[in-house]
């Protein structure tokens, strides 16, 4: 199972990636347990500047951008 955090303070584009995370997860099967990290010392916490950003198992692996759908399903295999 894939522990997946959005760090972002609830902002629209911080929004629609764990909207995005959820439906790839659901349309591939992966097993996934999405949490959300809303307090800028949270965020900060993972050494992020710039939100919506995604950690995968503690790992940092994008920021900045709502990803695209092919970087989400290559996190969740």
């Not at 760090?7 to 629609?16: D, I, N, Q, S, T």
């Not at 990636?17 to 916490?45: C, H, N, P, Y």
């Not at 790992?59 to 290559?74: C, F, Y």
């Amino acid at each position: 199972m894939k522990d997946v955090k959005v760090l972002g303070p609830g902002c629209a584009k911080c929004k629609a990636t764990a909207e995005l995370i959820t439906a790839v997860a659901r349309e591939t099967g992966a097993a996934v347990t999405l949490g959300k990290v809303e307090d800028m010392r949270g965020i900060v916490g993972y050494g992020v500047m710039s939100t919506p950003a995604v950690v995968v198992d503690g790992k940092v692996v994008h920021a900045g951008s709502v990803p695209g759908r092919a970087m989400v399903e290559s996190w969740l295999k």
